[in-house]
């Protein structure tokens, strides 16, 4: 009998669909491949819009069940991709999604913008000691487009991974719990320009035009790039059982304001931290866990 892939990638995100957005098809692909694969989800974004109309009043300005129903959303996206390892984190105890900058929400007593960025990182480092991932993924200081959660969870992330033993002898002489690789999620304007290039090709789509309205990074901040082309009928799966919170038609997706993306099957990163003691990369990857 072989043995189990020792591996192990854990993804942290603000929001239910982020981790399909940026990384479903590399979720499906290194799970597909016998992967340890985990999710940390910090909220459970009662603030997201909702764009099916017979679904708004679970929003948080009429009944405020949206995180209930956004859980479930999850979990049936996360069988899709053949992720078995997703979380909340704080479980019950949850932080609340705190909306757009600026918004009233970012002021509930709940919200993750206002939590203490060392004991929300608690009980992630907890993770990260239990599951020993080698590679983990979460978002630049910007949060990818400035969203207090997702500036909230790279804080949190990176704060739990030094928390945890990040290339740092723990006192007592016990063996390090180390991450050996972090990377942030990215958007190469490249990547950006073929995605408008194809829906502009498209003549029979619901979504508007609009690159501007992406958030990208240079070509040149993108250090790895997986190829999970063969994985894309798992993504666009995940994405529609996000149905709450974007649309999908044909090989296209759209979040709350209908701009276009399409549904990709390479997906970007930055590789923000690498354990000294690993051999430098070349300049582009095609594996999270090269060089371990």
């Not at 982020?18 to 499906?28: K, L, Q, V």
């Not at 990377?183 to 035009?209: G, M």
């Not at 999970?228 to 304001?257: D, I």
């Given at each position: 009998?072989?043995?189990?892939?020792?591996?192990?990638?854990?993804?942290?995100?603000?929001?239910?669909?982020?981790?399909?957005?940026?990384?479903?098809?590399?979720?499906?692909?290194?799970?597909?491949?016998?992967?340890?694969?985990?999710?940390?989800?910090?909220?459970?974004?009662?603030?997201?819009?909702?764009?099916?109309?017979?679904?708004?009043?679970?929003?948080?300005?009429?009944?405020?069940?949206?995180?209930?129903?956004?859980?479930?959303?999850?979990?049936?996206?996360?069988?899709?991709?053949?992720?078995?390892?997703?979380?909340i984190?704080?479980?019950?105890?949850?932080?609340?999604?705190?909306?757009?900058?600026?918004?009233?929400?970012?002021?509930?007593?709940?919200?993750?913008?206002?939590?203490?960025?060392?004991?929300?990182?608690?009980?992630?480092?907890?993770?990260?000691?239990?599951?020993?991932?080698?590679?983990?993924?979460?978002?630049?200081?910007?949060?990818?487009y400035?969203?207090?959660?997702?500036?909230?969870?790279?804080?949190?992330?990176?704060?739990?991974?030094?928390?945890?033993?990040?290339?740092?002898?723990?006192?007592?002489?016990?063996?390090?719990?180390?991450?050996?690789?972090?990377?942030?999620?990215?958007?190469p304007?490249?990547?950006?320009?073929?995605?408008?290039?194809?829906?502009?090709?498209?003549?029979?789509?619901?979504?508007?035009?609009?690159?501007?309205?992406?958030?990208?990074t240079?070509?040149?901040?993108?250090?790895?790039?997986?190829?999970?082309?063969?994985?894309?009928?798992?993504?666009?799966?995940?994405?529609?059982?996000?149905?709450?919170?974007?649309?999908?038609?044909?090989?296209?997706?759209?979040?709350?304001?209908?701009?276009?993306?399409?549904?990709?099957?390479?997906?970007?990163?930055?590789?923000?931290?690498r354990?000294?003691?690993?051999?430098?990369?070349?300049?582009?990857?095609?594996d999270?866990?090269a060089?371990?």
């Amino acid at each position: 009998m072989a043995d189990a892939d020792p591996r192990c990638l854990l993804l942290v995100h603000a929001h239910p669909d982020d981790e399909t957005i940026d990384n479903g098809a590399t979720m499906a692909r290194y799970a597909a491949e016998g992967v340890h694969v985990a999710l940390v989800t910090c909220t459970l974004g009662e603030e997201g819009d909702i764009v099916v109309p017979e679904l708004a009043h679970l929003g948080a300005a009429h009944e405020d069940r949206l995180a209930e129903h956004r859980e479930g959303e999850l979990r049936n996206a996360m069988s899709a991709l053949g992720v078995t390892d997703h979380r909340i984190l704080r479980g019950a105890d949850r932080y609340r999604d705190s909306g757009m900058m600026g918004s009233p929400s970012n002021d509930h007593p709940r919200s993750f913008w206002r939590a203490d960025p060392d004991e929300a990182a608690l009980p992630l480092a907890d993770i990260i000691r239990e599951l020993r991932p080698q590679v983990m993924v979460t978002y630049g200081p910007d949060g990818g487009y400035g969203h207090p959660d997702h500036i909230q969870t790279h804080r949190v992330a990176m704060r739990a991974a030094e928390l945890a033993g990040l290339a740092v002898d723990p006192p007592g002489g016990r063996e390090p719990h180390i991450v050996s690789k972090i990377y942030w999620n990215c958007h190469p304007r490249s990547a950006a320009r073929f995605s408008a290039k194809a829906l502009q090709a498209e003549n029979h789509t619901p979504f508007l035009l609009d690159e501007s309205a992406i958030s990208v990074t240079d070509d040149s901040f993108a250090t790895c790039v997986i190829d999970g082309s063969g994985h894309l009928a798992a993504k666009a799966a995940a994405l529609r059982a996000h149905a709450t919170q974007l649309s999908v038609h044909g090989p296209f997706f759209a979040l709350s304001n209908n701009v276009g993306r399409l549904i990709a099957g390479e997906e970007h990163y930055h590789l923000a931290h690498r354990r000294p003691d690993l051999a430098p990369a070349g300049r582009l990857e095609g594996d999270l866990f090269a060089g371990i």
